[in-house]
């Protein structure tokens, strides 16, 4: 069987077992809102939501563009498979907090999510985000389930601060630190991270839509994504770090990311160079990447894998046509694990960037916010509540 074929069937086999254990113990659905329903992460969610055993799309919401109309009409259709059925005729709403729903999710421009954001936590409602705005917020928890769960315990915290009731921020990180991230983690925990090196390949839907344009990318390589950089060497500092209480602790590492566009549709591979603090032989660092499983309460979520990480032998993979997939797009996959004459360790990784690091991301996040009591019934909220608050 390829590796590919291995991860898809992996992946769905474990996918499903998980869904039919907890869709048992379900009585009702989370009803889910989506801000910026109509871009490339905002459909994802939408495709996502609408096969999901927990949550169910009630609310999506745009830019006045796209408002007032129906979401088949509003949106340009992306994805390969038809616009679900449940999302078709749901009637694009502003991005203003009356939205029925119990919990929304973020795939708003990142000129527009700071303030909408806020506006939402403000009035109640759990905020699960892709944008960059609130990631690296005192209080605000950026979060891969499998790295750092235990950075939710800030959100009290956050509502303290913030003087929020029931609503607050949860966001997911940028799209190529979430793969890198992934699997550092393991090593992380089994020998101990210092030095980072990082060249990235990503891809042209990691730019939205319509992107980068045609004439600048085709049979071409553009050596810059502009902020792209200081996220990939800051956002794993938090990730990779501790809450202590009542701040973050930042993990201390040096990273040094060289960030560049090229021609690919989907999936974003990785060149990494990693300086250990302890001594490590390559079959160990193999060895630690293979066994990297998560625990139960991680391995009950609809979106989660037992082990998010696959290492491929072959030496010309992972590769992103072939490899994008692995997981149903929720694995990292690494291969080329070699020794590296600067550093302790090289490797090539891959991720998927609109799934693993954005919209299946953020569904995992609310998962678990979902199965750590989170998330409350809004649907008892009267109509004078559902009302647009003063800002
Ligand atoms: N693409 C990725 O791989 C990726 C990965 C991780 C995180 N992210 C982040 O996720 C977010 C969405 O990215 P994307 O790639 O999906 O972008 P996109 O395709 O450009 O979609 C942007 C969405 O924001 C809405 N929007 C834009 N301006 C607005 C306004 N003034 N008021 C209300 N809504 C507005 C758009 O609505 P209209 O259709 O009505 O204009 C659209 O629904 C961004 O913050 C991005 O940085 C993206």
Same mark, same amino acid.
């Given at each position: 069987m390829s590796p590919k074929a291995h991860n898809h069937s992996n992946g769905a086999a474990q996918k499903g077992q998980q869904q039919k254990t907890r869709a048992k113990n379900l009585d009702k659905k989370w009803r889910a809102g989506v801000l910026g329903a109509t871009g490339i992460v905002g459909q994802r969610l939408v495709r996502l939501l609408a096969e999901h055993p927990w949550f169910e799309l009630n609310e999506v919401a745009a830019s006045e563009r796209s408002s007032g109309r129906s979401y088949a009409e509003a949106v340009h259709w992306h994805l390969e498979s038809p616009i679900p059925e449940v999302a078709r005729d749901l009637v694009v709403k502003g991005v203003e907090p009356a939205l029925d729903c119990d919990f929304v999710f973020s795939a708003l421009d990142s000129s527009v999510a700071g303030p909408v954001e806020e506006d939402f936590a403000r009035a109640g409602y759990p905020v699960v985000s892709n944008s960059r705005n609130h990631r690296m917020g005192p209080d605000v928890p950026l979060l891969i389930p499998e790295v750092n769960a235990k950075h939710l315990d800030a959100i009290p915290v956050q509502r303290k601060n913030r003087g929020y009731d029931t609503g607050f921020i949860v966001t997911n990180p940028n799209c190529s630190? @979430? #793969?890198? *991230?992934?699997?550092?983690?393991?090593? @992380?925990?089994?020998? /101990?991270?210092?030095?980072?090196? %990082?060249?990235?390949? &990503?891809?042209?839907? /990691?730019? #939205?839509?319509? #992107?980068? @344009?045609? !004439?600048?990318? &085709? /049979?071409? *390589? %553009?050596?810059?994504?502009? #902020?792209?950089?200081?996220? !990939?060497?800051?956002?794993?500092q938090k990730l990779l770090g501790k809450w202590d209480g009542s701040r973050f602790i930042e993990a201390g590492l040096g990273i040094s990311a060289h960030c560049n566009r090229v021609p690919v549709l989907d999936g974003h591979l990785e060149c990494v160079s990693i300086g250990l603090k302890k001594i490590a032989s390559l079959e160990e660092v193999r060895q630690a990447l293979r066994t990297f499983e998560v625990d139960g309460e991680l391995a009950a979520l609809p979106t989660a894998l037992r082990h998010p990480v696959v290492v491929v032998d072959e030496e010309n993979r992972p590769q992103p046509r072939r490899d994008v997939e692995a997981g149903e797009g929720m694995a990292a996959v690494v291969g080329r694990i070699r020794e590296c004459p600067l550093h302790d360790v090289k490797l090539t990784l891959l991720s998927h960037n609109l799934v693993r690091g954005a919209a299946g991301a953020a569904l995992l996040n609310a998962e678990l916010l979902a199965a750590r009591g989170f998330l409350k019934d809004r649907s008892s909220r009267s109509a004078l509540e559902l009302e647009v608050p003063v800002r």
């Open positions: 630190t @979430a #793969g890198l *991230v992934l699997v550092l983690k393991p090593l @992380a925990d089994a020998f /101990g991270l210092e030095r980072i090196f %990082v060249v990235t390949l &990503q891809a042209i839907s /990691g730019a #939205g839509y319509p #992107g980068v @344009a045609s !004439m600048d990318i &085709q /049979g071409n *390589v %553009v050596p810059f994504i502009s #902020g792209e950089e200081e996220k !990939m060497e800051a956002e794993p």
